[in-house]
């Protein structure tokens, strides 16, 4: 009995255990498929945080253009082809990251190519190493250049090379690019002179190719603009204190017992960067924004008026913020190279021709050279130009209602016309001459001229602020048509200013423009490039061909003409003036006439 007993509660801790075992390996594994959800929820968790960060990235906004272009340069080496694939590698990679240009440059149509392209078009080389003296410059004493393979005589239509050889004060011969030269071809006795290519080879030489359009004679001249490392004093500047122009704003309003209240403060373009902040923020100022263009311009708040009482505009004064060493880099500044003097000989044994004979129409590319001097009259390789005269200018006019927005130097062909042509007669408008709007007439012939400034940031005289329109703006509120002729410029004023901003303001023009194009086809639209002229830190030549490389660029296929003057301007004997001479203008004219009327 005890036996079966004892094997009766053997029986049943036996099956206790096993139902306790068999319990356990459900609880285990009840316990990893808890484990296996929860890793799973945490892996969801992370995936959807990755996923909204990302989102983020795409919707915060890209640095600008200039400054990837900044970082791209300090990372690759001092090359023509690094330089280019560097730029090919920045849009690539933001590519990837869906994040390469904000959806600013999007609306107006840019593409990442066009991007790109924008990136290389205002590349410029830097030295590649700290500049601790002024010694480490580029000398222009020192510099010199030679003629390659100079022959007895050459035929019209050849090529001629120079190379240009840069050294410091030291004499010392560089081996890195960046230093801004200006080359020309001329023949003082025949009044001929043509555009040199100057091409940086980044190692401290430099290759300047002419061609020799001309039958007699011709000398080499180079310039040295500015070194490369007053170049960098430039850039510097214009990246951190854009605010060294100012402009003034003048409040005026009623005031107590029949009086009038007047203020004077400063203004500037609101950009909250490049040095343009330290105006203040918050309730420091009035600002002004334009509900079409969406600019900004600030002014300080008058004490007793309130923002609407701004009623005038005028340039306010300029700010020298170089220090000691970069004015001494300055002053080596348009200085001419020495170098060899020999008398290039052109004959035209084969009776060769440098006449273009393709009609100008929209579109067309600008060449180097774009045309040469001879008795100071310019032959265009653009396409086929006249010479114009009262009669044929008038003609050409007729039925026409011509619209010019710039400035001074787009005014300068307003002047040109109503002297040229006697039957336009100049209406009194009672405005500030330097901003306009001018108005001339001509009833006989059907013909209307206008003119007006580009706006703000505008250096003039004291002006109504009601008077200075965008140009985006005047040209959308344009119908158009086959008697409608537009040309506008933009530059002088918008050197001290970031090229980002420059480019916004581009851009909408350029939208303007297609828009107008779209609606009336037909219109002329004229497009004058920046000239040459200033060499200082408020207007440097540097500046103005940064400035003119994207005017350039964002026209580029738009079915507009673009009319060159910075090579007319920068190989014509007369001295360097932002205001080119009555030869020079004369010869701008025809080309504009030939655009108009290229029959």
Not at 444 to 455: K, M, Q, S, T, V
């Amino acid at each position: 009995m005890d036996l079966i007993t004892c094997f009766q509660k053997h029986a049943l801790n036996k099956s206790d255990f096993e139902t306790r075992k068999q319990h356990f390996h459900r609880e285990r594994s009840r316990l990893q498929r808890l484990f296996t959800g929860l890793c799973l929820l945490v892996v969801m968790c992370f995936l959807v945080m990755w996923s909204y960060m990302g989102n983020e990235r795409k919707k915060r906004p890209p640095p600008s253009f200039l400054s990837q272009h900044h970082a791209e340069r300090h990372n690759s080496s001092n090359s023509s082809s690094s330089a280019t694939i560097n730029s090919e590698v920045s849009v690539t990679n933001n590519s990837q990251s869906q994040s390469p240009i904000s959806s600013f440059y999007f609306e107006f149509g840019i593409s990442l190519d066009d991007y790109s392209r924008l990136q290389q078009a205002v590349y410029w080389a830097e030295p590649d190493r700290s500049i601790t003296n002024v010694s480490m410059s580029t000398s222009p004493a020192h510099t010199t250049f030679i003629i390659e393979n100079l022959k007895d005589s050459y035929q019209i239509g050849e090529e001629l090379f120079v190379l240009v050889h840069a050294k410091d004060f030291n004499n010392k011969s560089k081996s890195y690019g960046g230093d801004f030269f200006q080359a020309k071809l001329f023949w003082s006795k025949t009044k001929a002179s043509v555009f040199g290519e100057v091409v940086d080879l980044l190692n401290g030489s430099y290759s300047v190719r002419f061609l020799l359009p001309w039958d007699g004679e011709a000398q080499v001249a180079v310039r040295l603009i500015h070194s490369s490392e007053a170049v960098q004093v430039l850039k510097r500047h214009r990246d951190t204190d854009s605010n060294r122009v100012f402009f003034n704003g003048y409040y005026e309003g009623p005031g107590p017992n029949k009086t009038r209240l007047s203020e004077m403060v400063k203004c500037n373009v609101k950009w909250d960067k490049n040095g343009l902040e330290s105006m203040g923020t918050g309730d420091c100022c009035c600002e002004y924004t334009d509900p079409r263009t969406r600019e900004t311009w600030r002014c300080q708040r008058p004490k007793s008026l309130p923002c609407s009482a701004l009623v005038y505009h005028s340039m306010g004064g300029y700010r020298n913020l170089l220090t000691n060493e970069e004015k001494k880099l300055m002053t080596q500044t348009n200085k001419d190279i020495n170098g060899d003097k020999s008398i290039i000989k052109i004959y035209n044994h084969q009776n060769e021709t440098t006449d273009v004979t393709e009609k100008c129409h929209p579109g067309l590319h600008t060449p180097v050279p774009a045309g040469f001097y001879l008795n100071d009259v310019w032959t265009s390789f653009v396409c086929s130009t006249y010479h114009f005269t009262t009669q044929t200018t008038t003609k050409c006019l007729k039925d026409k209602h011509i619209y010019m927005m710039g400035d001074s130097t787009m005014r300068q062909w307003f002047e040109f016309f109503v002297k040229e042509v006697p039957t336009l007669k100049q209406m009194n408008l009672h405005v500030q001459y330097q901003s306009g709007p001018l108005l001339s007439v001509d009833v006989e012939n059907n013909i209307d001229l206008h003119w007006r400034a580009h706006g703000v940031p505008l250096r003039c005289l004291k002006t109504a602020v009601a008077n200075l329109h965008y140009i985006s703006n005047e040209i959308d509120d344009l119908a158009g048509g086959p008697h409608t002729v537009i040309m506008f410029n933009l530059g002088p004023h918008f050197t001290t200013y970031p090229l980002d901003f420059f480019t916004q303001r581009v851009l909408r023009i350029r939208k303007a423009v297609l828009a107008l194009l779209q609606r009336a086809p037909d219109t002329t639209v004229i497009i004058k490039t920046v000239n040459t002229g200033y060499k200082d830190i408020f207007g440097s030549d540097w500046y103005s061909l940064q400035l003119d490389r994207i005017l350039r660029w964002a026209f580029q296929d738009v079915g507009v003409y673009i009319l060159d003057v910075w090579q007319m301007t920068a190989c014509h004997y007369n001295k360097d003036n932002i205001h080119p001479g009555p030869v020079i203008i004369k010869n701008e004219i025809d080309i504009l006439l030939s655009f108009i009327c290229p029959e």
